[in-house]
């Protein structure tokens, strides 16, 4: 089944669970992702709160594959910053193969962080988001 953002933004946090621990990790991508918070999932808010998140704070991801990083596009003026490093590793979640995106290394801000991503379409990842061990919200990218 092919998604979109739309549908992911209206499914249960049960569902996107499941759509993640049954999706593959596929490769590390490389370039620029539009990028869409998940929160609040399968309620009427998670749409306009991915809207003002979009525009304001968090607009996506650009990977760097070959070296193992990502920076990470903010604010209205699309600014690159908050790196992380980017490997293959067990997911928090089920400890199966995921991409890591990991902050720990490489930024003061972001430090406690980690995203874990999994491969639900062609240039389509879902994202989990922890704060140490701590789940907070989902997102998406878009190659």
Not at 65 to 77: M, P, Q, V
Not at 85 to 103: H, M, Q
Not at 104 to 111: D, F, I, L, Q, R
Not at 133 to 143: A, E, G, Y
Request: proline letters at 3%.
């Amino acid at each position: 089944m092919a998604y979109d953002v739309a549908q992911l933004l209206t499914m249960s946090q049960k569902a996107l669970d499941d759509l993640f621990t049954a999706s593959p990790p596929g490769d590390i991508p490389n370039g620029q992702a539009k990028g869409t918070a998940i929160i609040a999932p399968g309620t009427v808010y998670s749409q306009d709160i991915a809207e003002v998140i979009n525009l304001f704070g968090w607009q996506g991801k650009v990977f760097d594959a070959e070296r193992g990083l990502l920076k990470n596009s903010i604010t209205l003026f699309h600014v690159q910053a908050i790196i992380a490093r980017v490997y293959k590793g067990a997911s928090w979640l089920d400890g199966k193969e995921c991409i890591v995106l990991d902050y720990s290394e490489t930024s003061v801000v972001a430090h406690y962080v980690r995203d874990e991503i999994r491969l639900i379409g062609p240039g389509f990842y879902l994202g989990k988001v922890y704060w140490k061990k701590d789940r907070l919200i989902d997102f998406c990218l878009q190659f």
